[in-house]
């Protein structure tokens, strides 16, 4: 297998450390945090990618049931892939392999990980009841990460808590200012403190260990066709 360039070393060593901080969990939301806004007020800076992702996700709401995951899935994925930094995501879910494989592999493995992650989406966001989002603001994150708090409303139960962590993408990571930054979501922590991308790296280990980076590429499309049903 290809060794990693020197960029992707140093890529991955600003992207572990931010794993690290939240694994020990975000401190309560701020309150000098910006004000509570609905998903079409939200379209600047860090919130934008993810008003975008609540449209959309209503989107999938509301046409469940009404038309096939496959047509579905082709609606969402230019989403996903908009709106995540699915490769820095990857590349820390499956450290060290992924930056240890060949360029075709590493393309593989992503195919995988976006289809997975979108039928993840597809299968949890399947019927609409009158669910809505609220962006409730924004607050520093750890290593230059921003955060974004979001809840989704369900008519007749408890509203779910969602923090999205989110970095600039590209060549403004180093940047001080948010602004004009291309925003990308990195992890989605659950209640605020759990990771879901330390969730996957734990559930990646098993695979990579096993058969590197190709046999975590096979899961991914399984458990993809698992839940879109053959889509």
């Known amino acids: ?28 939301v701020a ?7 609905s998903p079409s007020e939200a379209t600047t800076g860090a919130t934008a990618p993810v008003a975008r992702l609540n449209d959309a996700l209503l989107d999938l709401m509301r046409r469940g049931g009404q038309e096939p995951n496959g047509a579905r899935l082709q609606r969402f994925l230019p989403v996903m892939r908009d709106v995540f930094d699915l490769d ?9 392999y992924f930056e240890q494989a060949g360029e075709a592999e590493r393309r593989q493995a992503l195919d995988a990980f976006t289809r997975r992650s979108a039928a993840q989406y597809l299968d949890r966001f399947d019927s609409y009841n009158g669910e809505s989002f609220t962006i409730d603001g924004e607050r520093a994150g750890p290593r230059g990460t921003t955060l974004v708090d979001t809840t989704l409303s369900r008519p007749r ?8 962590v989110l970095r ?22 659950a209640k605020g403190m759990v990771s879901q991308l330390a969730a996957q790296r734990s559930e990646f280990q098993a695979p990579l260990r096993n058969e590197g980076l190709a046999g975590l590429t096979r899961d991914l499309n399984a458990n993809a066709d698992r839940l879109l049903g053959g889509a």
């Open 88 to 96: 820095a995501a990857l590349q820390i879910a499956a450290a060290p």
């Open 157 to 164: 139960k408890p509203p779910v808590r969602l923090t999205y």
């Open 168 to 189: 600039p993408a590209g060549k403004d990571w180093a940047g001080k200012d948010g602004a004009g930054k291309d925003w990308r979501i990195l992890d989605v922590l």
């Open 31 to 37: 309150q000098a945090q910006t004000p509570s806004r």
């Open 1 to 28: 297998m290809a060794g990693s360039s020197p960029r992707m070393r140093h890529r991955l060593a600003l992207l572990l450390p931010i794993l690290a901080a939240l694994a020990l969990g975000t401190a309560p």
